[in-house]
């Protein structure tokens, strides 16, 4: 059978699913898997599923040969949709506070799906091109740091042959057919906080007799925005952002805490250590000027590695990547802020990483939008609800990355 990738993308950015809610996702990945004739497991990770095709060749040292570790991820997230699309999502799902969210593939994860499904159909239709083994993992909740976590836990490492290499790519908005990817830090690790203010609540004509958790909040939030503008070196890299405040429930109550969720990124556990003793200060020192009877609570809801693509590794696929696409295909995008858990995979077995981008935005577009000096505002970024890629050449290009890089790290033809 040949899959229908473009109907495949369509009908996954229809039906978007939350972090570990992907049974819907997981079934037409199952189905798909088992039409191409692929061993699989489900369940993995309550959600996940790992595939894998042997292919040994007959002279192979080792009985399997090389193994490649194919990683793709499939949540969605709690965005509403704004694209205007014909297929745009409508979907619904429950967070895990319990709360009716709207629910979009705002990052990609379904062209990562479609792309890595693409991409075994090659492998499996071009066994004589190649030989060893690939394990194909489709992981959930990664928007939750806790996917590729809950996979090991699971016994995802002890259960399938351990990785040579492992390999994965992410949708980004850079021109569709470029690939971004440097050697060393990719990607900033991160830590997700989430912080309770305690006050005293009370009647909201009465102020005088409450400590307000909500100005101790406000007060929190703008000083927090000076620990990178005023206490880091410029030339480093440091994020604080407070992505949720929660408080009060009426316009006359003053509430007896407020909570606030914190993302933290940083390239490196001593830049960890030094913006985490910043963001305590803060946080402790508001409070206290705020007269709070109870000092905050700090809890730590995830703490992501930085993403570190082996140099050696890195440089071969990028000479591959431009044997197959061309010079220039390649670009060096600086390291991400952004954080991502597909690390934990190679660093469980300490073997080589190497984690890519590419470009999902039409290039006349973004060509136009970098001349009028309007990328930011006109081209929309992972996690907005206007995130769209085109579907062409992007489906493509997803499939054939894969491919490339699967075959580089892979043994030669099998026969």
Not at 14 to 21: C, D, G, K, T
Not at 102 to 128: R, S, Y
């Amino acid at each position: 059978m040949t899959i229908d990738l473009e109907a495949l993308y369509i009908d996954l950015h229809r039906h978007p699913e939350l972090s570990f809610q992907e049974t819907r996702t997981a079934g037409v990945i199952a189905a798909h898997l088992a039409d191409l004739g692929i061993d699989f497991e489900e369940g993995i990770g309550k959600t996940g599923i790992v595939a894998i095709i042997r292919n040994p060749s007959a002279d192979s040292e080792r009985g399997e040969g090389p193994v490649v570790w194919l990683r793709a991820d499939m949540d969605a997230l709690p965005v509403p949709e704004q694209t205007g699309l014909p297929y745009a999502s409508t979907a619904r799902g429950t967070d895990p506070a319990g709360n009716d969210v709207p629910v979009m593939h705002a990052c990609g994860h379904d062209m990562h799906v479609t792309a890595m499904l693409g991409a075994l159909e090659h492998l499996v239709n071009a066994k004589d091109e190649w030989s060893g083994t690939v394990v194909a993992v489709f992981q959930p909740a990664e928007e939750y740091g806790a996917g590729a976590q809950a996979m090991i836990a699971d016994g995802v490492m002890e259960r399938f042959p351990t990785p040579d290499i492992v390999l994965g790519q992410h949708l980004t908005p850079l021109p569709a057919g470029l690939i971004g990817v440097r050697p060393g830090t990719q990607m900033a690790a991160s830590d997700g906080l989430t912080v309770t203010l305690h006050g005293r609540g009370g009647h909201g004509s009465r102020p005088h007799s409450t400590i307000d958790p909500i100005v101790m909040a406000a007060a929190t939030v703008m000083r927090l925005q000076t620990i990178v503008s005023r206490e880091i070196d410029p030339r480093d890299v440091a994020v604080v952002t407070v992505g949720s405040i929660h408080a009060g429930l009426k316009n006359n109550i003053i509430p007896a805490e407020a909570k606030l969720e914190l993302s933290l990124r940083y390239p490196d556990d001593t830049a960890r250590t030094r913006l985490l003793a910043k963001v305590e200060r803060v946080i402790f020192a508001e409070a206290d000027a705020s007269g709070a009877e109870r000092p905050p609570t700090i809890t730590t809801d995830h703490t992501l590695p930085p993403t570190i693509n082996d140099a050696t590794a890195t440089a071969r696929l990028t000479e591959s990547f431009e044997r197959a696409f061309g010079e220039g295909s390649v670009v060096d995008p600086g390291m991400f802020t952004g954080s991502e858990d597909v690390s934990w995979f190679a660093r469980e077995t300490g073997v080589p990483l190497i984690y890519w981008f590419w470009g999902g935005v039409d290039p006349q577009t973004y060509t136009d939008a970098a001349a009028a000096g309007t990328i930011e505002r006109d081209i929309p970024t992972n996690h907005s609800p206007f995130f769209a890629p085109v579907l062409h050449p992007t489906i493509e290009r997803g499939v054939e990355n894969l491919v490339v890089a699967a075959k580089e790290f892979l043994g030669g033809a099998a026969r």
